[in-house]
């Protein structure tokens, strides 16, 4: 199977070797993250905040997960609608934060949970919402987090049948997701050879692998940053992590940092 990556490049099987998208530098950026729920996908959110934040690059944060609001636990000020919300005013809400990005010239980093449907309706609403945001010199990225699950591939099935064109897309393979003893080639061949998948990566979205994190469970039970948990930071426990789980932690944010590289650009 060859797979052709925006930049007009070929491989032979799904690797490592990051691809590279277009070069998006220098625009600011409204970047949607979106997936299927228990794929990975707020470890990513997390991730890109932390990276961005810690440049000191102004961000909007915006979590409209209702099943999940671990982004706005571990990251301050991120904002969330009030409890209860019903769709309408959710698109609402989602569309007040659009508009504030825009006029106040900041990239934006949206959590839409599993069963969100705020972006789809959004889509349908302003079938030229892209071109806007481009208009304006920002860039619309897509994240979509997948594990090996067909299914997970619904989000982004869904938005293409709305002939939703973000300015970039990336699939996110999240190696976690895989079954014990597997290579990333085998866990994830029908997912790279499934239509959704062949159609997004022959539109120019780029396939990224995301490395596991294996001392995920420590940082969790801690409530800390990543970056905090490399530094050797308590958090609500009363120890840091031990050597070898700082190193894990050091060694995954250094593997992020390589396997995002071919998009770095797209990120805020």
Known sequence: MELVCAAGQAMSSPGPTPLTGMDLSGRHKIIFWVGRGKTGKTTGIRWLAEKTLLN??????????????????????????????????????????????????????????GGDTTLRRLAVELPDLVALFEAQGFAVVLFHTVGPQEEDLSPLATLQGLGFKPTASAIILNEAMMDIGETRETAFARILRHSVVRHAIGAGAVPVFMPKLFAAQAVEIRRLKFHDAAAGKTGRADTPLGPFDRSRVKNWLAMMDDHFAGIRSWLP
């Open 56 to 113: 000191g690059t102004p961000l909007l944060m915006a979590d409209l997960d209702t099943t999940n609001d671990t982004f706005s636990r571990y990251i301050d000020k991120v904002a969330r609608p009030p409890e209860a919300i019903d769709p309408a005013m959710s698109l609402k809400w989602l569309d007040r934060l659009l508009q504030h990005s825009l006029n106040q010239k900041i990239s934006a980093l949206i959590d839409l949970g």
